[in-house]
């Protein structure tokens, strides 16, 4: 069905009305889109009288955004911003499609992008961006096609599909582990203990894996693998990481298992994308080439 044209504004218009909004000044707003001052005004007040709506309120030489202007303006820049995205997407990739991926920094790097070059390889006319996101979001707010997700298998609004599985190991420095003399995973209580913000509860689940009891585990937090491992070497306590995430740091003697203790995560890593774009070549593609390149290169 066809939007009615009152509520399909000019992009002129809009552009116009976004810039005052976000500088709060006519003149400022005529400089960045190099145009009159008296063009800019008429730009808005031709918007204010097509929506029907006074969006600012004009007092002297200044002009103060509405209610209802304020709430506009956050919808028309994000509007603004990604038909911005989507042109720079095309311009960049006119003969093929732009898959627009979040990934999980580490999981990105050490993972994905040592392989990602045989996807693109295959599929010559595809453009993919990476973001990175640490949780899940909002498909319907965000312009992105797709997701890797850490975690169980939900997401509002969004198909998952399984791609690995993954196993974690307490790891210190070899000076570290020598530090402490551990031998046993009960000896793991008594020292620094290395926390993921989002894996609030992994060491729980190690110790009560490993059958030993406990009231509180505490320790330094950090965000991402990558700060925990960098912490872990420099002898600041253990982190339990995935195995395929310190292949590297073990290589190099940065990192030792502070005990043989491997377990396998109660989570597991998924693509996750909106329904509704399960058909778009791009996303389609990319999907089978990674549960492919899962199945034959488990990070586990």
């Known amino acids: 069905m066809l939007t009615s044209r009152r509520f399909l504004p000019s992009i002129s218009h809009l ?8 500088t709060g000044s006519v003149t400022a707003a005529a400089r960045e889109l190099d145009l009159t001052q008296s063009a800019v005004s008429r730009q808005v007040s031709a918007l204010e009288e097509q929506l029907g709506v006074e969006l600012f309120l004009r007092e002297r030489q200044t002009m103060r955004l509405t209610l ?4 506009y ?47 693109l390889a295959a599929n010559p006319g595809v453009t993919i961006n990476l973001v990175t996101r640490l949780s899940p979001f909002d498909f319907r707010l965000d312009s992105i096609d797709a ?33 402490y003399a ?11 203990l290395l926390h993921l913000t989002t894996r609030p509860d ?37 982190a339990l990481l995935p195995t395929f995430l310190m292949q590297e740091e073990v290589r190099r003697g940065d990192l ?23 058909d778009y070549a791009p996303l389609a593609a990319f999907r089978d080439w990674i549960v492919a390149e899962a199945a034959a290169n488990p990070a586990a």
């Open 15 to 22: 552009a116009a009305f976004e810039a005052v909004a976000r």
């Open 202 to 238: 992994a060491w729980e689940q190690w110790f009560a894996g490993n059958g030993v009891s406990f009231e509180n585990v505490h320790g330094m937090l950090f965000d991402q693998f990558a700060t925990a491992a960098q912490a872990a070497i420099a002898g600041l306590g253990i």
């Open 182 to 192: 551990i031998k046993t995973p009960e000896d793991l209580l008594a020292v620094p």
């Open 256 to 278: 030792v298992a502070a005990v043989d203790r491997e377990m396998e995560s109660r989570e597991r890593y998924y693509l996750a994308f909106p329904r509704e774009r399960a």
């Open 73 to 119: 303006a956050r919808e028309i820049r994000e509007a603004l911003r990604r038909i911005s995205s989507a042109s720079l997407n095309l311009r960049a990739n006119p003969h093929g499609g732009t898959l627009n991926l979040a990934i999980l920094p580490t999981f990105g790097t050490r993972w994905l992008a040592p392989r990602l070059g045989r996807f």
């Open 147 to 179: 997701a890797i997700h850490f975690g169980h298998p939900h997401w509002p609004g969004a198909e998952l599909v399984f791609l690995m599985s993954e196993h974690t190991v307490p790891a210190c420095s070899p000076d570290f582990l020598e530090r």
């Open 68 to 71: 209802a202007g304020d709430g």
